[in-house]
Nanobody, 124 residues
Framework: QVQLVESGGGLVQAGGSLRLSCVGS????????MGWFRQAPGKHREFVAA????????YYADSVKGRFTISRDNDENTVFLQMDSLKPEDTAVYYC?????????????????WGQGTQVTVSS
């Protein structure tokens, strides 16, 4: 079955960088649209970034635009989230998700598969 496994989370100081990775298996990764979401304690899960199956289109939440970059390597079945200029408010569990067909990329209900999440903590 389909599995998504995130890695790369950790503790970083404000202004620092982290690179998250998500490896997919058990399905046709190169045909999936991929997204990153995050959930902070006591808050709803929120959209962070998404990338179409071909990598030709990317989308970002306003809160991360200009600081985060989503990319993918279909040969390696991997999607990345490069996070720069991190802020304490970026602290959350970050999840990658895959959608076989998608309309609104920011809508978490559109995604079919989810990873287990990786913790990102940004200290001030």
């Amino acid at each position: 079955q389909v599995q998504l496994v995130e890695s790369g989370g950790g503790l970083v100081q404000a202004g620092g960088s982290l690179r998250l990775s998500c490896v997919g298996s058990g399905g046709s990764f190169s045909t999936w649209h991929m997204g990153w979401f995050r959930q902070a304690p006591g808050k709803h899960r929120e959209f962070v970034a998404a990338i179409r199956w071909s990598g030709g289109s990317t989308y970002y939440a306003d809160s991360v635009k200009g600081r985060f970059t989503i990319s993918r390597d279909n040969d390696e079945n991997t999607v990345f989230l490069q996070m720069d200029s991190l802020k304490p408010e970026d602290t959350a569990v970050y999840y990658c998700a895959a959608a076989r067909m998608i309309g609104v990329v920011t809508d978490s209900s559109r995604y079919d598969y989810w990873g287990q999440g990786t913790q990102v903590t940004v200290s001030s």
